[in-house]
């Protein structure tokens, strides 16, 4: 996830005690256009605006993911609906990349993240490193063939409700380092993806499943979004593939 810089000050009687934590995070916005993280969204935890250092627990390869069980729970609490429509959606209105700080954007934070070995300029741009595309296992070196991909895509997340949120929370939701919501896959992987819900899309290497399962149905639930019924169908199809 990219190593973001914080500052702690605790007053204590008349003294001032500073602690600096961690390092920082991305920068422009990118060619697969996925973005920032202002005030934190309804229905989501203070980190969801995109910032901490939230790291992928052992196994897995996003933050944020929780285990099959709670994602069961969790997918038989999203509400059921039809997919609203498109009306006046523009990827325009979920701003990203953010700025992360040390001249890192969100784009370059979650390469970071998901990259080994990753170098950056001194703009913070990944200029080597190596990465694992999760969703068809294709290994790449150069950052430049790598897009940052949305689980829950953009235009998604508008017609399941996010075309009732402010500028804020889309720009969270677009920018969201704590929750699984962002990740380094290939570009051939993410067009081929587009704004597809699982019933529609499911990654080529079936192996991704769980994790790519348990990332989209934690997202919709922190941010509240809706799912149909074949969509619901597909992700607990997804859920059956994780080792108990």
């Given at each position: 996830m ?12 008349a ?5 600096v934590a961690?390092?920082?995070?991305t920068g422009?916005?990118?060619r697969d ?10 229905g ?9 250092d939230?790291k992928?627990?052992s196994?897995?390869v996003?933050p944020?993911?929780?285990t099959v ?7 038989a609490?999203?509400k ?11 990827r ?6 953010a700025e ?6 969100t ?26 595309s ?10 430049s ?9 953009l235009?998604?997340?508008?017609r399941s409700g996010?075309?009732?949120w402010?500028?804020?929370?889309r ?6 380092l704590?929750h ?5 896959v290939?570009?051939?992987?993410n067009r ?5 819900s ?5 990654p080529?290497d079936k192996?991704?499943?769980c994790?790519?399962?348990r990332?989209w149905?934690?997202?919709?639930s ?6 149909t019924?074949?969509?619901k169908k ?9 080792a108990?």
């Amino acid at each position: 996830m990219g190593r973001q810089t914080g500052v702690r000050g605790a007053v204590l009687a008349a003294s001032v005690l500073l602690a600096v934590a961690g390092c920082s995070g991305t920068g422009t916005a990118g060619r697969d256009a996925k973005p920032s993280a202002p005030s934190v969204p309804a229905g989501a935890s203070p980190s969801a605006a995109g910032g901490g250092d939230a790291k992928p627990a052992s196994g897995d390869v996003l933050p944020g993911l929780v285990t099959v069980r709670v994602a069961r729970t969790q997918l038989a609490a999203l509400k059921v609906a039809q997919p609203g429509t498109m009306a006046g959606y523009s990827r325009a209105k979920f701003t990203h990349w953010a700025e992360q700080g040390n001249k890192c954007d969100t784009r370059e934070v979650v390469l970071k993240r998901d990259g080994r070995d990753v170098k950056q300029d001194a703009e913070c741009k990944a200029v080597s490193g190596t990465w694992t595309s999760l969703y068809d296992g294709t290994v790449v070196t150069d950052a430049s063939k790598m897009d940052i991909d949305h689980i829950v895509p953009l235009a998604e997340g508008w017609r399941s409700g996010a075309a009732g949120w402010d500028a804020a929370r889309r720009k969270a939701f677009a920018n969201d380092l704590t929750h699984p919501q962002l990740l380094s896959v290939t570009a051939a992987a993410n067009r081929s993806k587009g704004d597809q819900s699982p019933d529609l899309w499911q990654p080529p290497d079936k192996a991704s499943w769980c994790q790519y399962g348990r990332a989209w149905t934690t997202v919709k639930s922190a941010y509240g979004l809706t799912v149909t019924e074949p969509e619901k169908k597909m992700l607990s199809t997804m859920l059956d593939t994780c080792a108990a």
